[in-house]
């Protein structure tokens, strides 16, 4: 005796319902753990699924106050090396926002934000772990596997920074085009300082301001530093020295202070252009 038609279509949706709840649960859980091979081996796949649907962050639950305050810098310099003041979009996209909330000031924002960021580059986030895990396998026995992961992780923060990079040098171009005349060069620079905590806001003392500048960059350089990017791969050879470098880090006590990551400037300078 067969089934009739009009109980299997409900079978079928079923069975189809439960195969597609546990491919999803299981791409969410190798997106939210890519700290191990399988995981990054999968991410490639597993990103293009879960973006942006199925992304979401902590803050949307969590929210944090933001703790410093950040600006965009840019210099236009023409062909003589005479080069512009420091100059700021971002404030006065700020204020637009402020008062006219429903202006395309809200997205231009955004990409002035994301250009400030990209000067402070921090590459693949994953590369500083894999690189830990490796430097606590003795010297010559480093597993191939993972050697194999940091050079390619390696790889893509070369193509990553550049990618930030050249984003942030394009915003460049773009202000110093709207701001008329020509200019062979640009570079750009990133601004930040601390938010006083509320007992604080009272204090008149000026706040230290932490700067990290790009160097100059003319037009074919920013053109072609993707293509750059991509011609570089770090090889075998430079994945062993690189964690080589990491474990005679960690295994050399330092007494000094500690210091900010990324290099800064105590005060903006203004130097000559180099284009």
């Not at 067969?2 to 546990?22: D, E, F, H, Q």
């Not at 491919?23 to 859980?29: E, G, I, K, Q």
Request: proline residues 8%; negative net charge; hydrophobic residues 40%.
């Amino acid at each position: 005796m067969t089934r009739p038609r009009s109980t299997r279509l409900p079978i079928i949706v079923g069975i189809a319902g439960l195969g597609w709840v546990a491919a999803h649960f299981l791409a969410t859980a190798l997106h939210l753990m890519p700290n191990s091979l399988i995981g990054l081996s999968a991410d490639g796949a597993g990103s293009g699924y879960m973006n942006p649907l199925f992304t979401q962050r902590w803050s949307l639950f969590a929210p944090e106050p933001p703790l410093q305050n950040r600006t965009f810098h840019f210099q236009c310099a023409d062909a003589e090396g005479q080069a512009t003041p420091w100059l700021d979009a971002y404030e006065g996209l700020t204020e637009q926002h402020q008062s006219y909330r429903l202006t395309p000031s809200s997205y231009l924002r955004r990409v002035e934000g994301s250009a400030m960021r990209n000067v402070v580059t921090r590459g693949n986030e994953y590369l500083a772990p894999f690189l830990a895990r490796a430097a606590q396998q003795p010297a010559g026995e480093e597993d191939e596997a993972l050697v194999a992961r940091v050079a390619a992780l390696a790889t893509s923060d070369l193509h990553t920074r550049a990618y930030q990079r050249r984003l942030a040098y394009r915003v460049a171009v773009h202000h110093c085009t709207q701001e008329g005349g020509a200019f062979s060069a640009v570079r750009v620079r990133a601004a930040w300082w601390d938010i006083p905590k509320f007992s604080q806001r009272n204090d008149t003392t000026t706040p230290i301001v932490h700067t990290q500048t790009l160097p100059w960059a003319t037009r074919d350089d920013i053109d072609g530093m993707l293509e750059a990017a991509r011609a570089e791969l770090v090889s075998r050879e430079q994945a062993l020295e690189m964690i080589a470098q990491t474990r005679d880090a960690s295994q050399t006590p330092s007494d000094a202070a500690p210091t900010d990551p990324a290099p800064t400037d105590p005060a903006p300078r203004e130097d000559t252009p180099q284009p």
